[in-house]
């Protein structure tokens, strides 16, 4: 017992101790934010893997529609449901079944 009171009045021993609780947690930098700043840090690079593969699959289309006029029709058909003045359209749409 005396040790830990002779270790509680060393001035850099509670200097050190009190600047360490202060960088842990009362900090605007503390462990807490560190760690919320990290798993934001994730989330928005796996948002930029996903936005540069959607880009790349954006630019592939746009540079087959430049090039080729049939791609051009297929593209409208799909993706807008155009249709020629003689056609008919149905668009089938699978339900998916629910979950109970």
């Given at each position: 017992?005396?040790?830990?009171?002779?270790?509680?009045?060393?001035?850099?021993?509670?200097?050190?101790?009190?600047?360490?609780?202060?960088?842990?947690?009362?900090?605007?930098?503390?462990?807490?934010?560190?760690?919320?700043y990290?798993?934001?840090?994730?989330?928005?690079?796996?948002?930029?893997?996903?936005?540069?593969?959607?880009?790349?699959?954006i630019?592939?289309?746009?540079?087959?529609?430049?090039?080729?006029?049939n791609?051009?029709?297929?593209?409208?058909?799909e993706?807008?449901?155009m249709?020629?003045?003689?056609?008919?359209?149905?668009?089938?749409?699978?339900?998916?079944?629910?979950?109970?």
């Amino acid at each position: 017992m005396s040790k830990l009171l002779q270790l509680f009045k060393n001035k850099y021993f509670v200097t050190t101790f009190a600047f360490v609780v202060w960088m842990l947690f009362f900090d605007k930098n503390d462990v807490l934010s560190q760690y919320e700043y990290r798993s934001e840090v994730k989330k928005l690079e796996t948002e930029k893997e996903f936005y540069s593969r959607e880009i790349e699959i954006i630019k592939k289309d746009l540079n087959e529609l430049g090039s080729n006029l049939n791609t051009a029709e297929k593209f409208a058909r799909e993706k807008y449901f155009m249709k020629k003045d003689n056609e008919d359209v149905f668009v089938i749409i699978k339900e998916q079944p629910k979950a109970e």
